[in-house]
């Protein structure tokens, strides 16, 4: 770690920065990696804490914003491979994996890799910003005005859904969300959850019928889409594949398979 020393040459004190500014980004990689293992791994239960949040705010000294922060990085590297092994290798530094992670998935996880690695962070925040745009203008049907190349990196824009709670409500819920530990993910889980207790408090009699989604996919483009209330909503090419394992697909004119 460089040490200031007051007096020093303009140039002299220019190395000094430059040379601070790659510790802390060593540093800051570090710390991501040893969160994310402490999450993972549930480390934080063997130092006293009931919960990540709580460790990292107590322990650490993180505010909410920060935690939440390195909450969601680690959520997001560990089902972005690539992207993690370039943090961990030191290529993609912390600040540009916290601007591209909420715009990708395994989809289109490559091309932002490739290119966060050849252009600067402000480029990248850049390109960011206009893909979110981009992708909110498509999923509420606005055509662009120009055309756009295919090679730009394109981003997959998440639904957020809100709930209400009061204060003991969520402090059960996040230490229920905390032990939720399933292979499929927690969302998945928290639907299976409200499947079952909507199949358990079925009036008596009534059959019960599985929960069904009608996806629509273009013949000439193969994009899909799912109506919503909040709208159409495109799907990406991986949650696209993985519904394909359990539908029934009609098509006008022919018979159901």
């Known amino acids: 770690m460089p040490v200031f020393c007051p007096g020093q040459s303009a140039n002299e004190v220019h190395l000094a920065l430059k040379s601070a500014l790659k510790s802390m980004a060593e540093a800051e990689k570090c710390a991501v990696i040893c969160f994310g293992e402490i999450m993972e791994r549930k480390l934080y239960r063997e130092l006293g804490y009931g919960s990540i949040n709580q460790y990292a705010e107590v322990a650490l000294g993180f505010s909410t914003r920060r ?12 089902k972005l491979p690539l992207v993690k092994k370039q943090v961990e ?19 289109n996880e490559r091309v ?26 498509a999923a509420k049907g606005q055509q662009q005005l120009m055309p756009v190349p295919t090679s730009r990196p394109a981003a997959v824009v998440p639904v957020r859904v809100s709930l209400e709670m009061t204060p003991t409500q969520f402090a059960q819920y996040e230490a229920l969300w ?15 959850l409200m499947q079952s207790f909507a199949a358990e408090t079925r009036p008596r009699g009534r059959t019960a019928t599985p929960v069904q989604i ?44």
């Open 67 to 78: 935690t939440t922060d390195f909450v969601m990085l680690c959520k997001r590297l560990e």
């Open 89 to 107: 290798s030191g290529k993609i530094g912390y600040t540009a994996a916290r601007v591209i992670a909420p715009v990708i998935d395994q989809t």
């Open 112 to 137: 932002w890799v490739d290119f966060a690695l050849k252009n600067s962070r402000r480029e990248l925040e850049r390109e960011v910003k206009w893909a979110k745009k981009e992708a909110v203008d």
């Open 178 to 192: 905390e032990q939720i530990d399933a292979p499929a993910g927690k969302v998945e889980a928290l639907l299976e």
């Open 214 to 257: 009608h996806i629509h996919q273009c013949e000439d483009c193969a994009k899909a889409s799912v109506q919503t209330g909040k709208g159409e909503l495109e799907i990406g090419e991986a949650e696209l594949a993985q519904a394909k394992c359990d539908c029934q697909v009609s098509c006008p004119g022919k018979r159901n398979t």
